[in-house]
């Protein structure tokens, strides 16, 4: 992997800034969330820009596509969270339930529920199915902004700006509260699912354990301290991903903790979002108005 | 009649026609009538010739005379110029509607204002109006007033003989005012003024006082003195009244006046006299205090050091966009802050114990991103410092993992396909949203919270029976229960409605529980009962099947339930329950019914489900204690519409008879329409 070179192609998304850029289920789409109110519906590979929704208020900061790609959920500014008809790119529902800008929006594995985490430092569970305009559940345990929120088959992760990771553990009833002290911008759980890699704004991306909530790597030389980065991990859970605030995507080795990778940017100055192939080594990352797409070049490795 | 009579006739019958005659024909007409009719019908067609618009009657004897053209340019003889009118071009048919008949006679302009200036003002307001008018209308004398200003009126003097300067001002007494003569005064108009209040007939007012008019005096005051010699002056209704013949019309009783009240809570003051009050010298008005003004603290400057050299630093106060911290305390700052002598008076207070490390964590947040202590060295060094602090201290606030019981809802757990990790233990803090009106809501809050307090369990007590109950079976009655989200305020719970309506249903549901989920519907008027029947997870929720009722509260729900949330993420404030009031004592009749009915099929004899709900005693029992129960229940619920519904519906003895309760509008509308056509036909 160390050897590995990413090709990227640039694409202009036209939406302002994009605020967050996701793929869909699969990996062979991806979403682009604007400060332009629209939420973009592209096929990086084909580098067509397949549909545009259009419907929300303000600024959009984050989507998510259903499991059967029937549907995708966004949120924004304008405190709605929204249902969208991918084919006819109707609004489905929206819910007004948030006080303040959602930040972040997740599906459920079966896409019957919608999480999102705003700004009102709640948490909310929307049912899909039903036609409430209520939330099911509003988790309201956090004492600073929700920045965002994972969710797996069985819990829901809440990453908060008071330093606090909280994972709601649907099976067995409980909710874990790990302190990291510093603003957590991203959570994300590992493909494996047994770690929990947040974003601190300390310039550190924190790994811990999820059963016992010890800290088991620290990933640092990137720069995050203002603004809202993502990081995950890669396909195969060998490597630490994020972004930055000096317009480069970093790599670590995930057991080593060594910086790997630092892709350039051109022309970016903060790198904000990215999203990671569920399968394939590719990955498309978006800094201010345009996104990149990478991908693994053709190179033989030489090991 | 006529037959008798004798005497010569002069002139025709009266007639009188009478009631019951038939009203008689027109008579006849005349030779010369009925041509006039022709004429006026025909306009003189028919005949030919000239006869255009004069009736055939050009150059006959009674008729239209054409004139012939005479020039009027050399004739300056205008007075005798023709004038030509309307009547001159009209037909006899048409005078009636144009001609001189027709003409509405009317006074000359000259003569019409008269009319207007008589208006006499009888209010106040109409003397307004009229004195305003008359500053703005344009002057223009009457005929009377011309008339009068010819023989020596000025306006403004009155009418009538001359008087005696004397005469008019009685005071004067001079020969030569006895002598001169002046017009008499005009007669002022009489001005009545109308009651415009509502106060009762004579009723005055008090009179406000003004400080220009000198009351004292208009006072009644007894004067006396007292054995020191001091005079004193007694005044009050009673006093000073007794001898007063002079003014013997005064009304002593009625003397209400403003300046005897007071016009402000306020202590008594030693009466401060007018002069002073009033007076423009300084002296007056003031006087010299008796204490010293002070300042109440007096704080020193800090001590500079001697080798003290101002210069700016410029320290990076961290801000984080994201999140508020930066106050993060440092302990090390906050020590050496001690040491020096920052000289605050709340410091130095003595706390308790408990308090003081509050206090220091305040202090600590307070101070540390804000000031440097003197004596550290202000170069990097000190920059280099705050870098540090955060990982030392992180340490110190990191607490590591913190974990406590969460109660998912059920339905997110049904959602996410998950077994719900608590079965017995009531939800605590449901923040399931009922658009309960906000004061209910927090009075139902601090119900709980008293409940809680006292130890009382927050359910009825009927809450004792799921414990017991196998979890299995009986499971999947009390989450129902549990699980009712009807409007708490206006409906009684799913389950009332779903033990009257939906009989055949409670037996599917115990056959079919080890039976994957099945959902059934059943229509309640205009609701409709969701219910997932069997499975371990039964969930109930009304879904309204018309969207109107919800679209004419929106508003009101929308800035309730805005409340509403803001209520629920306030964590001190316990979050908003439904009661479930009754339905646990039903269940419990409707469990006992089904293990008998259990019993029964196991026994073999009962093999039809039908068989089993005709013949069943244990059946018969249930309908009828169901019934009993429903209706000593319905009586908590006597103000609401639904419940004589309701109570027709129990209190009907076969399944005939059941009223079907409608509560949609819609449906009445199209029952009425149909009572409309149905009338409509007949």
């Not at chain 1, 549909?51 to 995708?72: F, R």
């Not at chain 1, 057991?255 to 630092?262: A, C, K, L, Q, S």
């Not at chain 2, 003895?653 to 409309?676: A, G, H, L, P, T």
Request: glycine share 6%; proline share 4%.
């Amino acid at each position: 992997m160390k050897n590995v070179e990413f090709d990227s192609f640039i694409s202009e998304s036209k939406q302002g800034t994009v605020r967050a850029i996701r793929f869909n289920v699969d990996g062979n789409y991806c979403l682009t969330c604007g400060s332009d109110k629209t939420l973009k519906l592209w096929n990086p590979f084909k580098r067509m820009l397949l549909k545009t929704y259009i419907g929300h208020g303000l600024e959009v900061m984050d989507a998510q596509g259903s499991c059967d790609n029937s549907q995708l959920v966004s949120c924004g500014t304008d405190k709605n969270v929204i249902l969208w008809d991918v084919t006819t790119g109707n609004t489905v529902r929206k819910y007004r339930g948030h006080l303040s800008t959602v930040n972040s929006v997740a599906f459920n594995e079966e896409s019957t529920v919608a999480i999102s985490g705003s700004v009102d430092t709640s948490v909310r569970c929307w049912d899909l199915k039903s036609k409430r305009n209520e939330p099911i559940q509003i988790l309201g345990e956090g004492t600073d902004s929700v920045t965002s929120v994972s969710v797996s088959s069985y819990e829901v992760l809440a990453g908060c700006a008071d330093g606090r990771v909280r994972r709601y553990d649907l099976r067995n009833g409980k909710l874990d509260t790990d302190d990291l002290v510093h603003s957590i911008t991203s959570v994300r759980l590992t493909k494996d699912g047994q770690g929990i890699l947040c974003s601190c704004s300390d310039s550190t991306v924190r790994l811990i354990d999820k059963d016992s909530g010890e800290l088991l790597s620290e990933y640092k030389g990137h720069t995050h301290n203002q603004f809202k980065i993502d990081s995950c991990t890669n396909h195969s859970d060998t490597h630490v991903v994020s972004g930055s605030e000096d317009g480069c995507v970093y790599f670590w080795s995930l057991i080593d903790g060594t910086i790997t990778h630092r892709l350039r940017h051109e022309g970016a100055r903060i790198v904000h979002s990215i999203a990671y192939h569920p399968t394939k080594n590719c990955f498309i990352s978006a800094a201010e108005g345009r996104f990149w797409i990478w991908q693994e070049s053709e190179q033989e490795t030489e090991e | 009649m006529e037959d008798f009579f004798e005497g010569a006739r002069y002139g025709k019958e009266i007639y009188e026609p009478n009631d019951e005659d038939v009203p008689r024909k027109k008579r006849k007409l005349s030779r010369r009538e009925e041509r006039e009719k022709e004429r006026q019908l025909f306009h003189g067609a028919f005949k030919g010739g000239f006869s255009v618009g004069h009736f055939g009657t050009v150059g006959s004897k009674e008729g239209f005379q054409p004139k012939t053209f005479k020039s009027s340019r050399k004739d300056q003889n205008h007075s005798e110029r023709i004038r030509q009118t309307v009547e001159d071009f009209i037909d006899s048919e048409d005078e009636e509607a144009f001609g001189s008949s027709s003409c509405r006679i009317r006074m000359k302009k000259s003569y019409e204002k008269e009319k207007e200036v008589k208006r006499v003002p009888h209010t106040e307001r109409q003397l307004l109006a009229f004195s305003v008018e008359k500053l703005l209308a344009p002057q223009s004398n009457t005929v009377g007033e011309r008339l009068l200003q010819s023989l020596g009126w000025k306006p403004g003097q009155g009418i009538g003989k001359k008087i005696s300067l004397q005469r008019k001002n009685p005071l004067l007494s001079s020969v030569a005012s006895n002598q001169t003569t002046i017009s008499p005064e005009d007669i002022q108009a009489i001005i009545t003024k109308f009651k415009e209040d509502t106060f009762g007939l004579g009723y005055q007012g008090l009179e406000k006082p003004s400080f220009s008019s000198v009351a004292p005096s208009s006072q009644n005051h007894v004067f006396g003195t007292l054995e020191k010699g001091k005079k004193i002056r007694i005044s009050g209704q009673a006093f000073g009244v007794g001898m007063d013949e002079d003014n013997e019309d005064m009304d002593v009783y009625s003397k209400e006046d403003l300046s005897q009240y007071d016009f402000e809570l306020a202590p008594a003051k030693p009466d401060i006299r007018k002069k002073e009050m009033f007076s423009t010298k300084l002296e007056d008005r003031f006087v010299l205090a008796s204490k010293p003004w002070l300042f109440q603290k007096y704080y020193k400057p800090p001590d500079v050091p001697k080798d003290f050299k101002p210069h700016l630093e410029e320290v990076e106060v961290k801000q984080d966009t994201i999140s508020s911290e930066g106050l993060v305390g440092r302990k090390e700052r906050f020590n050496l802050l001690k040491k020096g002598n920052v000289g605050l008076e709340w410091e130095e207070k003595e706390v308790d114990a408990k308090e003081r490390p509050k206090e220091e964590d305040f202090l600590q947040k307070l101070f540390s991103s804000r000031f440097v202590s003197k004596g550290t060295d202000q170069t990097a060094t000190g920059i280099e410092k705050e870098t540090e602090l955060p990982t030392s201290l992180s340490k110190a606030r990191r607490g590591g993992r913190i974990t406590v019981d969460w109660f998912p809802d059920k339905l997110l757990c049904t959602r996410f396909n998950v077994p719900c990790p608590y079965l017995s233990v009531p939800e605590k803090k449901t923040e399931r949203k009922t658009s309960l009106p906000l004061f209910t809501a927090l009075a139902l809050a601090k119900e709980k919270k008293q409940q809680q307090a006292s130890g009382v369990e927050s359910f009825p007590a009927p809450q004792e029976a799921p414990p017991e109950r196998e979890p299995e079976r009986e499971l999947p009655k009390t989450e129902e229960a549990d699980l009712v989200t009807a409007q708490f305020h206006e409906r009684p719970p799913i389950d009332l409605f779903k033990a009257i309506f939906a009989d055949s249903e409670s037996e599917d549901e115990v056959s079919t529980l080890t039976q994957p989920s099945i959902t059934e519907t059943a229509e309640l008027g205009s609701w409709t009962v969701e219910s997932k029947v069997g499975g371990p997870y039964e969930n109930m929720t009304l879904v309204p099947a018309i969207e109107e009722k919800k679209d004419v509260g929106k508003g009101q729900d929308k800035a309730y339930s805005e409340e509403m949330k803001k209520e629920t993420i306030d964590e001190n404030l316990p979050a908003i329950t439904e009661k479930p009031i009754f339905t646990k004592t039903f269940s419990k009749q409707m469990h006992k019914v089904e293990e008998e009915d259990h019993a029964l099929i196991e026994k073999g004899k009962m093999k039809d489900k039908k068989e089993l709900a005709e013949t069943s005693k244990s059946k018969v029992k249930s309908d009828e204690l169901r019934r009993l129960e429903i209706l000593e229940r319905l009586k908590e619920f006597d103000d609401l519409e639904e419940v004589n519904d309701l109570r027709k519906v129990v209190t009907s003895e076969s399944e005939d008879e059941w009223v079907e309760i409608d509560r949609s509008d819609k449906k009445k509308k199209k029952q009425k329409k149909r009572k409309k056509e149905k009338k409509k036909k007949y």
